[in-house]
Every structure is written in structure tokens, then in C-alpha cells.
């Protein structure tokens, strides 16, 4: 009985010398200093919006008008903007600041700028943003160990219809064949 | 105690025919050319430096072959989104142009399988020459398939001349040089990745990328077996693979498995990850997953 009691010490001492030296063992090697930002910055380099050509800055026209807050269809300008994204219940006025019109809003009120809008967004689609920053949604150029190419989300979604169209795909592959020249 | 002799140590046929057999295999690895990694480093510039003044001239522009090793500290992995892939094969061609393989036999290193959403991930229903007018088709999702670079590859196993084998930063590589063309690798591979060239490769001089690795994009003759190498050149440059930077939906993803802060890491760490026919315990580098 005793000798048992030693054996499962002794194993129990072996486990843990054995568990210790695993876990030095499995830990990974550091990865070469400088080869990733260790944090995502707040604000990230993004290419320019893509506005329209002419467009902006909006203020170019909006600066004197009054603003109308009513929900209605624009018929003497911008009726080229077809609303498919939760139209039911979002409208111009929802992202696009009223007092001034070239800058975005959140919910809070706060002024985001075109250039991180996708901070507007990341506001319903925040699980989208989180992998964005991540580096996980969206397309990647440039260094995985360094400088990676970031796009905004109206780079790839246009804001007003953000579904994605169908794309016409590469030539298929050509089935194998018998013949040998 | 009792002690015997004979069964604790080993006899003296028995020492003689160990060390025989090792002088045997020592000399026989010791005569004959050198492999990459055992050439002395002045004989394999000479022998790049041949590589690249032949290609250049084959080619009518520059070429130049890189032998850079493996990055220490970094093993790469990809991932690749199946919820948002769309069937495009815009991938295959940028890999085709990036990676010089043949248009004539025509060789494409990644397929792009195109599955019924009813029966999922299932490669006997799967189509890879699916050519409708705009994708994605209802109903249909798609795999595209390349090399898995798999930790527990069964193509290097097999090989008879060692032309192929994992690196240290876990891209399994050819030496054009040492294959044979004998094809055990494309019979061991369960995920079609390896191509034979049947004829001489051609390759318009105009679409011929000059910026080659030895192990990856360099030229191929006929009677070799080539595959995926996740762009050696760019990849060992700190560059992404050309299939991850042309995807239009943002689908591929490629980073270091060893870095936590990786985008890999993120995936394993948050999303649905899976790998092609993990019963097979090839244990392949390349995940695919579900980001939404």
C-alpha cells in the first residue's frame, strides 16, 4: 500500500516536471521583433473615398441651402442614389450630416470625416469592423509582416447598396484530354 | 541479479553490419551532385547565376532567381473564407501569371471547385469547370483547392530522389533539378495539387514573370512536377501570395502561424476553421472558415 502511495507521488512529481518542461518546450519562439504592429492603431491609412467626380465637397452646394429634414425622394438632385440598405428605416440624414455637409455622423452626433467613415459603419456592423481592423474582412495588400494595404469599406461596398453584384467568372479550367500533340 | 551478457549488448555482427550500412549510406550521399541545401554557398551562386543568364535569354528580359531561406520565427499559414468566396477564379489566373505556369498544356495550380449548398463540403459532387454567365450561382458555394502544405505531407514522403520536401517555415517545395517526373507525389496527394508538365511549358515571353525563386516560380521543363509554393518569392519577401492581394472579395488570408498577433491567429482564434479531409491526418497549413 505504501509502495503504491510512492509510485503515485513519484509519477505525480514526474507529470509535473514533465507538464513544466512541455510547457517551456511548447511555448513559440518570438517572432522577429518589428515584423507586426503588436496594436492596431485608432485611425488607419486608407485610400481616399470614392467620391463621385465633382462631388465634393458637398458644402460647394449645400452651404446655402436650407436644410429640409423630411424623408422624401430626391428628385432635383442626387437621383442617381438608389437607398438599398435598410431603407425601411435609414435615410440620408442618418450618415450624412445635416449642419455640415461634408462630414459624416454617428448616432451620438459626433462629425466623422469621409476618410473613417467606416468608424459610421462599424456602428451596426461591428463585428465587421472588429475583423477589419483585424485584418480579417476585407481585402489585404501589401506585407504580411509589415505595411498592409487597408481599404475602406466604400472602397469594395458602395455605401447606398452594399450587397456585392455578381461578377462574371475566369475562363474554366480545360478538361483534361487523351491526345498528345 | 541476474545479468546476461548476450542480451544486453549488442554482438559484434551486429556493430559490424550498423556501422557497414552507415559508411554504405554515407558515401552513397556523399558522392553524386549536391542538393540545395548541401551545396557549398559559392557553388550554388554559380549555379543561380547560370540559372539566370539561361532564363534571361530564354526569355528576352531579366530574370533573376532568388535563394532566400527561411525567415526564422515564421511559419506561414493560409486561410481562406468559404462564406465569402464567389466562384470568381480571379485567383487562379493572378497565380497563374505570378508563378510562370504553362499555358500550353495549360497548368493551373489552384481549382476552384464549385459545390451544392445542400450537401456541403463534399468533393464527389464538387465541379471545378462550372461556367455560367455571373457567379455566385444560387445555391452553390465554392472551395477553391490549391496545395494544403501540409505538416504531414504524403507527396514527400514518397519521393524516391528526396526533390521534395517541407522547408522550416512550412512551404513544401520542389527542386526542379532533382524531380524525375516519376509522379508518386501527385498519386500520394489527396488534394490533386501537383502538376506534371506532359510537354515543354509555354509561357509568352511578355507574360513571363522575371522576379523567380529557385523553389518556387523559376522555369520548368517538361517531365517535372510542379504546385503551389505560397508564392516563395513574394512570401520570403515579406509580401502577400498574388491569390490573396487579387481577391476582390477579401477571401484569402495568409500570414505566420507563429505570430498572435497574426491575422491566421485571429481566425483559428475566432472563426469556424476547418481543413480539407482531416481524416486523411495530413494536417494541412491551409484552413478554410467561416467569417460570417
Known sequence: ?181 | METDGNSTHPSRRLFTIAAASTAASWIMTACGPKRLYEAPKDRLRAAIKEMESKYSKLHGKKVTVSDAGPIPGVEFAYALDISRCIGCRRCVYACVAENNQSRDPQIQWIRVMSMEKDKGVDFSHANAYYNPAEVPQEGHFYVPVGCQHCENPPCTKVCPTGATWTERDGIVVIDYDWCIGCRYCMAACPYGARHFNWEEPTIPDQEFNPNTHYLGNRPRTKGVVEKCTFCIQRSRAGRYPACVEVCPVGARKFGNLLDKDSEIRYIIEHKRVLVLKEELNTVPRFFYFYAT
Open chain 1, 1 to 181: 500500500m505504501r509502495l503504491f502511495a510512492i509510485r503515485v507521488l513519484a509519477s505525480g512529481v514526474v507529470l509535473a516536471v514533465g507538464a513544466s518542461l512541455a510547457g517551456d518546450g511548447a511555448k513559440p519562439p518570438s517572432p522577429p521583433s518589428g515584423t507586426t504592429a503588436k496594436t492596431v492603431p485608432e485611425r488607419l491609412d486608407v485610400p481616399p473615398p470614392p467620391f463621385s467626380e465633382g462631388i465634393f465637397p458637398c458644402s460647394n452646394c449645400h452651404a446655402g441651402m436650407p436644410v429640409d429634414r423630411t424623408r422624401r425622394n430626391l428628385e432635383a438632385m442626387h437621383s442617381d442614389i438608389v437607398l438599398k440598405h435598410d431603407e425601411t428605416h435609414r435615410w440620408c440624414l442618418d450618415c450624412h450630416d445635416a449642419n455640415n455637409r461634408d462630414f459624416l455622423h454617428l448616432a451620438s452626433g459626433e462629425r466623422v470625416p469621409f476618410e473613417e467613415s467606416y468608424r459610421v459603419c462599424g456602428q451596426c456592423h461591428g463585428e465587421k469592423l472588429r475583423d477589419w481592423r483585424a485584418g480579417v474582412h476585407g481585402r489585404r495588400t501589401g506585407n504580411w509582416n509589415g505595411a498592409k494595404g487597408y481599404l475602406l469599406c466604400a472602397n469594395c461596398h458602395n455605401p447606398h447598396q452594399p450587397r456585392f453584384h455578381a461578377l462574371a467568372p475566369k475562363p474554366a479550367p480545360m478538361p483534361p484530354s487523351r491526345t498528345m500533340k
